[in-house]
Structures are given as structure tokens and as C-alpha cells.
């Protein structure tokens, strides 16, 4: 099986168990973190160096879940990469468990920020990053932003101080599906051209027309590490819900469970494509 | 010896970070109003300058903590705490990380700025978040050993400081321990609770009311939170008064905390010395303290009428 290959498994794997997961918890948000299933993919098997060594430490390279509510997606990475056993996954969301509704570092060992009010994220990645320079260290610090995150003006104040501090050892991604819970990105409160804003706040920019495709992730995270004195930002266009046709490009699978009966179907069409 | 906590914060800091290279300060365009420009006189590269936006700085903080550094976050006590609160609870209190925010220019004191600048609700807005440690000190020999003491501590911290200089009350061989109020008088009958600029106004208060017959006891309450349940629940034993004195609103400071203390462990009568839940305005700090009822008259008026 090719490298490639292997990854798609990873994906695929990934995907089956954020259908369970929120399933299982009647709640959580399956069209989020259904979208960003490559992109958190090919940070974790092609670029951290994260294993179970270093798990807690904060002495290697790190991501923060700026949109936490996509957590079913980092459990998920997290149970991938053999962080946590599978069958902890059925706990998400419930009372007890290590996994809650929104992150939480002080739960879960490989959480590497507690996240959920969106705009909070980024803004500690710049705190990461400016550490990393600080104490000289060589490790990179990757986040994950919405699109309808960008709307949370906290999101351009880290945008400044990290141009501003030149945190060429951040690299963001923003999950540009296009849809928040109130509907189009465009209709709710247009926060477009995302690009044309960081690049004029002195990031680096790199469009990506597919950001589920994962050779075109991982080209961006490898070009990201050769530009030097600037932050990076990739904006990857994704479908919402990607996988799951019944919940693609729907507004509607934002924050809602799917019942027994869709996730049978979700997990057939899943497996069916691998 | 007039000095404002600020001063004191500035010096401290400068000191412990020239001795601990984990130590990061940052500050929101304000480093020469809250002292933290003593930092970057002597360890620039430990100080940051975040710019005007405090809710970004604080989340900052918290990445920097999470990456095992000892930060200091300063602004006004209005901003840090007001603009920024979500930051503070959600990204540095919920994960309990290692931030100090040490907010200047607390309370009226701020003076010709007006109510927009004077913070009153900081305290109760920060010791409503888990874990979070809450310290007002008196005066400059005070604020060194708080901040000292801060460094210490692996978790969550606010300290408010002032603007305006005011009377060093202590010697530099005091006793400081964070969570246990200094006694600084001991009398009998009536108990005054202070905290901040408000310890000076509490002796003064006892000079006056010694001339009257009285001999309250006087203590320095300079850890709001976590509030020192023992010594309240001692006094109680032989106080059927207590007069808490803030720089702060009535409702979620200081009267507040020794409040809801007392009325679970030792019932007593209380009257509260402080802002009287309206917002400040212009004028001299010494002119808004007296507007206000935040002077050593406020405090013996309230004892007397008992």
C-alpha cells in the first residue's frame, strides 16, 4: 500500500468514528469535523512529533483545535495515532469522561490547549509559537480555525501579533467549508476574502482549492516550513460534512447527532469508500 | 514613604526577571503606567509588547504558560479583567494555567480619567473563576512580597495594584503569607476588614476611634480568595462587628467574600465600606475617596452609628 494510501485509511478510520462518537452522544458537531479530516490527518501523521514518549510534554511540536467544537475530530485523531483506546471514544460527552463536549488538556494527555470559545485558540498558538522563538526551540505549532470563526475579531489580533513577532514556526489552517450554524458563511456575516486579509495582516498565504485532498495538504505544510519570517496560514476550501453525502454541504449537520439509523448508513457509505 | 503598589510591581518584576529566564511579561501598550517598562529596561527580550488588545494577550499568556514560562500580563485592572475576562476563564482559568495578571489602576483612584478607567467589579469578576487566586495588597513593601510570592504559585493569579502613591503601612521584615490576613491591630468588639489602599484609611480609622473610646482590630485581609476562613471564624468569637473596607464595589469584593464566610461559619453583623454599586466620575483621587465614603471618616462613621 502506498504512503498515500495508508493516510486515506487513517482518514477513513477517523471519519467512521466521528459518526460514532457523535452517534453515541446524541450530540457534538459531525459537519465540522467531518471537513477538516484531512487536514488534522496530515498534521498528525506527516508532521508532529508527537508519540506517546512526549505525549504530555510540552517540548515538541503542538496543535491547538481553535474550533474546539470540532472535537469529536481530535478524539478521534487521538485514538488513530494510539493515544486512547477506541473504545473510550463511546464516552464523549458523558459524565466522567476524559472527553468533553469542547477540549480540555487538563482531561485528556495530547490535548495541547483547552479550547471551545472560538477566537482563544489561535491566540495561544501565538503564545506557543513566540515561546518556541523565545527559548530558541525547533518545534512548530499548527491550530485549526473555521471559517465562520474568522468573524471573532480576537482571530486578527493574534493575526497581527503574529506577523508582528514574525512566528514563521505557526502554520494555521482555516477549514473554509463555507457554512456556520445560521447558514453561509456569506449570508451570516461575510468574513471573505479570508486570504486577502491575512496576507494583508503579513502572513503567508497558501490557497488550497481542495483541502480534502491530502497530498495537496501535506505539500502546503512542507511549503509552509521554507518561508522564513512570516507566519503561514492555509486556506483550504473543504465541504462540510465531507464523506456523508446526506450531510455535505448542509448547514444543518453543524451541531446535530445523527440517529442509529443515518449512522448505519453514514458508516456502510464510509466503508464502502475506502 | 508615599509609593503606589505599581511602582513596587515594576521594581519586583525587573528583579525576578533578571534572575529567571522563564519569566515573560507582557503588556498592552501600557508598560510605562504599569510599571512593566522596568522589565524591559533590564531583560528586553523577556517583555512583549501586545498591543492594544487585551483579550489577545491573555490568550497569549496562556499559550506562553502552557509552554512551561512563568508569565505576567498587565493592564488597567478595567481592561485586563473587563475586556479580557473570557480569555482569563476560559483559556488561563479552566486549563489552571501559570498567568499572573497584575492589573494597575484599580478602583477610583484612577481619578481624572472617570468611571470608564475605574475599575470596581474586577475583584468580583475574577474571584468568580475556579482556582484563581485573588491578592490586593496595601502598599510597596506588601506588592514585593506578593509578587515574590505569586511567582511561586503553579496556577492562576490577580493582583491589583493601584495608581496613586500611597503610605508604605509596613516594615520590610513583615510577615506575608498568601491566604492569611495580617492582623494589624488587635482589639476587641469591632473588627475592621481591609484590603488595598483601604488598610491605610483602617489605621487611621483606629487612631480616630482610640481617641473615642473604641479599640477595634484592624487586619489586613490582602488575599481576597482564597479568604482566610480561620481568622474570620476566630474573630467572630470575640467581634460582633465587622467593617470591610474596599476600593471595590460592595456587591462581589472583598465585603462580600468576608460575607458569605461569615454568615456560613459565624453569623455576625457586617457593614460594608465601598463603592455603593454606582460608578465613579472625574476628580482627584482624594476628592472621589471622600465623594464616595472611601475615607477613615467613612470607616469610623460606620462603627460609631452601630
Same mark, same amino acid.
Given at each position: ?47 508532529? /512529533? ?11 511540536? =503542538? ?42 488538556? =487538563? ?32 518545534? =512548530? ?70 483541502? /480534502? ?62 | ?13 525587573? @528583579? ?30 523577556? +517583555?512583549?509588547? #501586545? ?6 494577550? #491573555? ?17 488597567? @485592572? ?5 475586556? @479580557? ?17 497584575? &492589573?494597575? +489602576? ?5 481619578? !481624572?480619567?472617570?468611571?470608564? +478607567? ?19 495588597? @496595601?502598599?510597596?513593601? !506588601? ?7 505569586? &511567582? ?21 521584615? #513583615?510577615?506575608? !503569607? ?19 489602599? #483601604? ?48 476600593? +471595590? ?10 460575607? !458569605? ?46
Amino acid at each position: 500500500m502506498s504512503k498515500i494510501d495508508v493516510l486515506k485509511g487513517h482518514a477513513t478510520n477517523i471519519r467512521k468514528n466521528i459518526v460514532k462518537m457523535v452517534t453515541e452522544a446524541k450530540s457534538g458537531h459531525p459537519g465540522g469535523s467531518l471537513s477538516s479530516v484531512e487536514i488534522a490527518t496530515a498534521i498528525y501523521f506527516t508532521q508532529m /512529533n508527537i508519540d506517546e514518549n512526549n505525549l504530555t510534554s510540552n517540548q515538541r511540536d =503542538r496543535f491547538v483545535l481553535s474550533k474546539g467544537h470540532a472535537s469529536p475530530l481530535l478524539y478521534a485523531v487521538l485514538a488513530e495515532k494510539g493515544f486512547l483506546e477506541e473504545t473510550e471514544l463511546a464516552t464523549f460527552r458523558k459524565l466522567n469522561s476524559r472527553l468533553q463536549g469542547h477540549p480540555s488538556m =487538563r482531561k485528556l494527555p495530547g490535548v495541547d490547549m483547552s479550547t471551545g470559545s472560538l477566537g482563544q485558540g489561535i491566540s495561544t498558538a501565538v503564545g506557543m509559537a513566540l515561546s518556541n522563538k523565545y527559548h530558541k526551540l525547533p518545534y =512548530r505549532v499548527y491550530t485549526l480555525l473555521g471559517d465562520g470563526e474568522c468573524q471573532e475579531g480576537e482571530v486578527w489580533e493574534a493575526a497581527m501579533a503574529a506577523a508582528h513577532y514574525k512566528l514563521d514556526n505557526l502554520l494555521a489552517f482555516v477549514d473554509n467549508n463555507g457554512l456556520q450554524i445560521d447558514g453561509k458563511i456569506s449570508d451570516v456575516m461575510n468574513p471573505s476574502p479570508i486570504d486577502e486579509k491575512f496576507k494583508a495582516f503579513g502572513w503567508n498565504v497558501i490557497t488550497l482549492e481542495d483541502g /480534502n485532498d491530502l497530498a495537496s495538504v501535506i505539500e502546503a505544510c512542507e511549503e509552509a516550513k521554507t518561508v522564513k519570517g512570516k507566519p503561514t496560514v492555509v486556506v483550504a476550501k473543504t465541504v462540510k460534512g465531507k464523506g456523508v453525502s446526506f450531510m455535505e454541504n448542509q448547514a444543518g449537520w453543524h451541531g446535530v447527532a445523527p440517529s442509529a439509523q443515518q449512522c448505519q448508513d453514514a458508516l456502510k457509505e464510509l466503508e464502502g469508500n475506502k | 514613604m508615599k509609593v503606589a503598589t505599581r511602582e513596587a510591581y515594576g521594581k519586583t518584576l525587573a @528583579a525576578l526577571a533578571k534572575e529567571n529566564k522563564n519569566i515573560i511579561v507582557l503588556d498592552a501598550d501600557l508598560s510605562g503606567s504599569t510599571k512593566t517598562k522596568e522589565v524591559k529596561a533590564v531583560a528586553p527580550e523577556q +517583555h512583549y509588547n #501586545m498591543g492594544i488588545a487585551e483579550g489577545n494577550m #491573555m490568550a497569549v499568556a496562556a499559550g506562553l504558560a502552557a509552554s512551561g514560562n512563568i508569565v505576567f500580563a498587565s493592564s488597567f @485592572a478595567m481592561f485586563a479583567t473587563g475586556r @479580557a475576562f473570557e480569555q482569563i476563564r476560559n483559556s488561563i482559568g479552566y486549563p489552571h494555567l501559570n498567568v499572573k495578571v497584575c &492589573a494597575s +489602576h484599580a478602583g477610583l483612584t484612577v481619578g !481624572e480619567d472617570g468611571a470608564s +478607567h475605574q475599575s470596581i467589579e474586577d475583584i468580583s469578576l475574577m474571584r468568580g473563576i475556579p482556582g484563581m487566586t485573588v491578592i490586593c495588597p @496595601a502598599d510597596a513593601v !506588601e506588592t514585593d512580597k506578593v509578587i515574590r510570592a505569586v &511567582a511561586e504559585i503553579d496556577g492562576p493569579c490577580y493582583v491589583r495594584l493601584g495608581r496613586s502613591a500611597v503610605e508604605t503601612v509596613y516594615s520590610e521584615d #513583615m510577615a506575608f !503569607e498568601v491566604g492569611k490576613g495580617n492582623v494589624l491591630r488587635q482589639g476587641k468588639k469591632v473588627a475592621i476588614i481591609a484590603c488595598g489602599i #483601604m488598610v491605610e484609611a483602617a489605621l487611621q480609622a483606629y487612631d480616630e476611634l482610640k481617641e473615642k473610646g473604641y479599640e477595634p482590630t484592624v487586619v489586613d485581609m490582602h488575599t481576597i480568595k482564597p479568604i482566610d476562613k480561620d481568622l474570620l471564624v476566630e474573630l467572630a468569637k470575640s467581634h460582633d462587628l465587622f467593617v470591610t473596607c474596599e476600593e +471595590h464595589s460592595v456587591i462581589g469584593g472583598l465585603g462580600s467574600a468576608v460575607a !458569605e464566610t461569615l454568615s456560613q461559619y459565624a453569623p455576625a453583623k457586617i457593614k460594608m465600606v465601598g463603592v455603593q454599586d454606582t460608578f465613579g466620575e472625574s476628580g482627584t483621587p482624594a476628592g472621589l475617596l471622600e465623594k464616595y465614603g472611601l475615607t477613615s471618616k467613612d470607616i469610623v462613621k460606620a462603627v460609631i452609628e452601630e
